[in-house]
């Protein structure tokens, strides 16, 4: 039986091959009707690899309780260098399509990262990182969970925001089961998605017959059903299938 906790395997094969700043990526909420989809970024520095330790309990986030999720969630935030969460809203995805919208908020959240950790664009200032590596010899490794590179497709596109180093991609399939900086992505991901549904549905009472505190957004029958009876809000993805199966 293969054993699927995850591990630093990856992250230190990166390292070892010059990377300074190794950074998971895993995406929540593409299947959804309604909401954002999200991509978690989760970033390690490799000069910390040799006493860093997998987080406790850690594991793919579809097989941890929503209660153990959020237990994990400020103790992972704490375990990163930087953590970030990049979103896509309903309306970019019914303009642009899912793997491109998947891109562009995987790289919000790259961005959002290096610069927490003071990265800037070469022509933007030139500040340093704490370990004095420059943005302009920074090497920034990225795993990717899932089969599809959708974070090198959209970098430099019209929509894509300036990301100070552009990362090295790699992808894992169910890397969230076998990379911990991916797994960290995952949780971090899902429990912010999943705060900000339950927010929206409890925040209006609009959106309440929809169950969006329990579905999340995704289709269960009661939020088809409430589709049909009151038609899409505007947080709804009209490109998708709404009440179909």
């Avoid at 290096?114 to 664009?121: K, Y």
Wanted: with cysteine; charged share 20%.
């Amino acid at each position: 039986m293969v054993h699927e906790s995850p591990t630093l395997e990856l992250e230190r094969e990166l390292a070892a091959q010059g990377y300074d700043l190794i950074v998971g990526f895993d995406e929540v909420g593409r299947g959804a009707l309604a909401g954002p989809v999200m991509v978690g970024a989760a970033a390690i520095r490799a000069c910390d690899l040799p006493e860093l330790a997998v987080p406790d309990g850690v594991a793919d986030s579809k097989m941890l309780t929503e209660r153990r999720r959020e237990t994990l969630f400020e103790p992972l935030q704490a375990w990163c260098a930087a953590s970030a969460v990049g979103q896509a809203s309903n309306s970019e995805i019914d303009e642009w399509g899912i793997s491109h919208a998947l891109g562009i908020a995987a790289l919000r959240a790259l961005n959002a990262v290096e610069r927490q950790l003071g990265l800037m664009s070469p022509a933007g200032g030139g500040r340093t990182v704490s370990s004095a590596r420059s943005a302009a010899t920074m090497r920034v490794g990225a795993i990717l969970d899932g089969p599809n590179d959708y974070i090198t497709k959209a970098l430099d596109t019209f929509d894509a925001p300036d990301v100070p180093v552009p990362a090295h991609v790699i992808t894992q399939v169910k890397g969230d089961r076998h990379c911990a900086t991916v797994a960290a992505a995952a949780v971090i991901a899902k429990v912010t998605r999943d705060r900000l549904m339950v927010d929206i549905a409890r925040g209006n009472p609009r959106y309440a017959p929809y169950e969006w505190d329990r579905n999340k957004g995704y289709g269960s029958a009661a939020h088809r059903r409430a589709i049909a009876e009151l038609g899409p809000t505007p947080l709804h993805r009209t490109s998708w299938h709404l009440t179909g199966e």
